[in-house]
C-alpha cells in the first residue's frame, strides 16, 4: 500500500493561488508592452496589469498578492545580483562617489523638511503620521512604525506606494526622452541577451543560492538590519571583490523579479479602496510630486557639475524603494554598484535616525485628523 499523500495546507493553497493568478496577469501584460517596445516592460506591465486588472474585476482581488516567503527568496537573489556587480574598479572609484553622497544625503534631508512642513501645516497632520509619510525611502521600515505609533498606517503605506509608483513610472519613460528610442531598445535587447539559467553550470546555480542563503543566516546572527537584502549583497559583495565568484545576470531570474516586484506593488493598488482614501491620496500625490521635484533638481544640478549621465545619477537619487531602482538599473543595464551603494546609505541613515524622530515628534494620536479639502 502507498503512504497517503499529506493534503496541502490551506494557507499555501491560497498563497500559491494568489502568485498564479498575479502572475499570470504581470506576464500577459509585460509581454504585451514587450512586443510595443516599452522601456522596462515585465516591471511596468507588472504593475499595470495587475493593478488595472484587480481594480475592473473585483472578483479578482481577494486572489491578488505575492506572498512574503515568495518574495524574499526573489530579494535574496537580487541581493546576490547587485553584489556581483560590485568588484575592484568599484573600490577604485569608491572615493568619487563622495559628492554625490554627500549632495544625496543633503538632498535628502532637505525634502524630509519640505514633506513634513507641507503635510504639518498645509494639511493639519499629526506630527509623527507627518513624518512617516514625509520620509523619502524606507517605506518598510515607516509602514511598521506605523502601525506602532499612529491609527490609520495605512494612509502611511498609501503615501509611500504612491511615491514608489510614480517613480515606476516616470523613470522608464525618462530613459526614452533623455536618451531616446535607441535606449529603450538596447535595454530590451540586453533583457532578451543576458544569459538563460539552463545555459548556467550548475556550479554557476548553486554558488548563486549559496551566497543568498547563507548571506541572510550571517545577516540574521549579526542582526543585520534587512538582513534578507543587506546579507546576500554584502556576502557577494566580497566574494565577487576577492574573486572567489563571478555570477552574470539570468534572464529568467531578472524577469521573475520584475514580476513579484511589480506584481506586488501592483496588487496593493488594487485593493486600495479609491473614494475613502480620495483626500490622502491627492496628499500623497502633492507630497511625492515635492519630494521628486527637489531630488531631479539636485539630479540635474549634480549631472551638469560633474558630466556624469543624467538617469545613473538619477537612479541613485531618485527614492522609489532600493529594490525596485536597483531592479531599475539592472534592467537598463547603468552602473548598479553606483546606484545600490547611495540608495544603501540612504535606508541605513533612515533607519537609524526615523525611530528617533517619530518618537520626539509627540504621543500617538487615537484619531488623526483628515486632510482638511
Not at 518598510?140 to 509611500?160: N, S
Not at 525618462?174 to 531598445?185: C, F, K, N, P, S
Request: aromatic share 10%.
Amino acid at each position: 500500500m502507498t503512504a497517503a499523500r499529506a493534503p496541502i495546507p490551506s494557507w499555501l493553497l491560497a498563497d500559491l493561488t494568489k502568485i498564479g493568478v498575479t502572475f499570470t496577469l504581470a506576464l500577459a501584460a509585460g509581454w504585451a508592452l514587450m512586443q510595443a517596445g516599452a522601456p522596462a516592460p515585465y516591471l511596468m506591465g507588472s504593475l499595470f496589469g495587475v493593478w488595472f486588472g484587480g481594480a475592473l474585476m473585483r472578483p479578482l482581488q481577494p486572489y491578488l498578492g505575492v506572498a512574503r516567503w515568495f518574495h524574499k527568496p526573489v530579494v535574496l537573489g537580487l541581493g546576490v545580483l547587485i553584489g556581483a556587480t560590485f568588484n575592484q574598479s568599484v573600490l577604485e572609484q569608491a572615493d568619487k562617489w563622495m559628492i554625490t553622497l554627500v549632495t544625496m544625503v543633503g538632498t535628502t534631508i532637505v525634502v524630509t523638511a519640505i514633506g513634513y512642513a507641507f503635510l504639518r501645516r498645509a494639511r493639519g497632520y499629526e506630527p509623527r503620521m507627518a513624518i512617516l509619510c514625509s520620509v523619502p525611502g524606507g517605506q518598510a521600515e515607516a509602514i511598521v512604525m506605523a502601525r506602532e505609533m499612529v491609527d490609520k498606517d495605512y494612509v502611511v503605506a498609501l503615501f509611500h506606494l504612491v511615491r514608489v509608483v510614480i517613480v515606476f513610472v516616470s523613470t522608464p519613460l525618462l530613459l526614452g526622452i533623455v536618451e531616446g528610442r535607441e535606449a529603450v531598445d538596447r535595454s530590451n535587447v540586453a533583457l532578451r541577451d543576458m544569459p538563460s539559467i539552463f545555459a548556467l553550470p550548475t556550479s554557476d546555480i548553486v554558488v548563486f543560492v549559496g551566497l543568498g542563503v547563507a548571506g541572510f543566516v550571517i545577516a540574521r546572527l549579526c542582526r543585520v538590519p534587512m538582513p534578507h537584502l543587506l546579507g546576500p549583497v554584502g556576502l557577494s559583495t566580497l566574494c565577487h571583490l576577492m574573486g572567489w565568484a563571478e555570477l552574470p545576470r539570468v534572464n529568467e531570474f531578472v524577469i521573475l523579479a520584475q514580476l513579484a516586484i511589480g506584481g506586488a506593488v501592483g496588487a496593493r493598488l488594487a485593493k486600495v479602496p479609491f473614494r475613502d482614501l480620495l483626500g490622502y491620496l491627492k496628499d500623497a500625490f502633492a507630497t511625492t510630486l515635492l519630494i521628486v521635484g527637489a531630488y531631479f533638481l539636485s539630479t540635474a544640478a549634480i549631472a551638469f557639475a560633474t558630466g556624469s549621465g543624467f538617469l545613473t545619477i538619477w537612479l541613485a537619487f531618485v527614492p522609489g524603494g532600493l529594490y525596485e531602482v536597483t531592479l531599475l538599473a539592472l534592467v537598463f543595464g547603468f552602473d548598479v554598484a553606483f546606484v545600490a551603494f547611495h540608495h544603501t546609505i540612504r535606508v541605513m541613515m533612515i533607519f537609524v535616525a526615523l525611530p528617533m524622530l517619530a518618537l520626539r515628534l509627540g504621543p500617538r494620536e487615537i484619531s488623526p485628523p483628515p486632510p482638511r479639502d
